[in-house]
Nanobody
Framework: QVQLVESGGGLVQPGGSLRLSCAAS????????MGWYRQAPGKQRELVAA???????IYADSAEGRFTISRDTAKNTVYLQMNSLKPEDTAVYYC?????????????WGQGTQVTVSS
């Protein structure tokens, strides 16, 4: 079982920045991929960014160049730095962790944090 605790959401004006944090209850070395999804009202949940344990970081087209995903293995925490925010970035952001043990894959989710971009 992996527990994820998110923080850092809030209200920001267009063009502003926010940093989301996601603290895992286990070492990041026990997790294959961590990252962020978001869900806006009336829309499907979509991938924003992912950080595989091995390999390159992954970004949605809408996040490329504005968002940066990073991790601190000492703190078991993944961050999403969001710059140049737009109203269309408004959504609930969910941290996820994918853990693979043998042939079994389990996805864990945080409780979600609201990001609102509005003037």
């Amino acid at each position: 079982q992996v527990q994820l605790v998110e923080s850092g959401g809030g209200l920001v004006q267009p063009g502003g920045s926010l940093r989301l944090s996601c603290a895992a209850s286990t070492s990041l070395f026990n997790i294959n991929t961590m990252g962020w999804y978001r869900q806006a009202p009336g829309k499907q949940r979509e991938l924003v960014a992912a950080f595989p344990r091995y390999g390159s970081r992954i970004y949605a087209d809408s996040a490329e160049g504005r968002f940066t995903i990073s991790r601190d293995t000492a703190k078991n925490t993944v961050y999403l730095q969001m710059n140049s925010l737009k109203p269309e970035d408004t959504a609930v952001y969910y941290c996820f962790a994918e853990k693979v043990v043998g042939t079994s894959t389990t996805n864990y989710w945080g409780q979600g944090t609201q990001v609102t971009v509005s003037s």
